[in-house]
C-alpha cells in the first residue's frame, strides 16, 4: 500500500462557477464535472471508472473500490478495477461504519 490518493472527483451544477472567475477549473486539483442537478450520473461513472481502469492497466496495478449503494454505480466489466459487492450485510461495508463521516471531518 503506497498511501497514493487520486484527484477527488467534484461535480457542480456550472462548468465555470462565478467564484473561480479568472481561475482554470483544469488547473485545480480536483477531477471537475458538471451536471445540472450536480448529482453522480451513470455516464459520469462510467466515464471516470474507464478512466481510472484505464489508468491502472497503464501502471500493472489492480484496485478495489468500495462505493454505497446507488443507481449511478455502473455495473462493468473493467479489467483492473473491482466493485466491491453492493448487496451484502452492513457488516462489511466501510460506507455503512462511518467513512463517510470521518471523510467529512
Not at 462565478?18 to 488547473?27: A, D
Request: glycine residues 2%.
Amino acid at each position: 500500500m503506497s498511501g497514493e490518493k487520486l484527484k477527488q472527483l467534484v461535480i457542480e451544477k456550472t462548468v465555470k462557477p462565478r467564484c473561480f472567475r479568472g481561475i482554470y477549473v483544469s488547473k485545480l486539483a480536483v477531477e471537475w464535472k458538471a451536471n445540472s442537478k450536480a448529482w453522480m450520473t451513470t455516464h459520469i461513472m462510467i466515464d471516470w471508472l474507464q478512466r481510472l481502469d484505464q489508468q491502472m492497466k497503464t501502471q500493472n496495478r489492480k484496485m478495489l473500490l468500495f462505493l454505497d449503494n446507488t443507481t449511478s454505480h455502473a455495473h462493468l466489466s473493467l479489467d483492473n478495477v473491482t466493485l466491491f459487492p453492493p448487496n451484502i450485510t452492513s457488516t462489511s461495508q466501510p460506507l455503512d461504519q462511518g467513512i463517510i463521516k470521518i471523510f467529512k471531518v
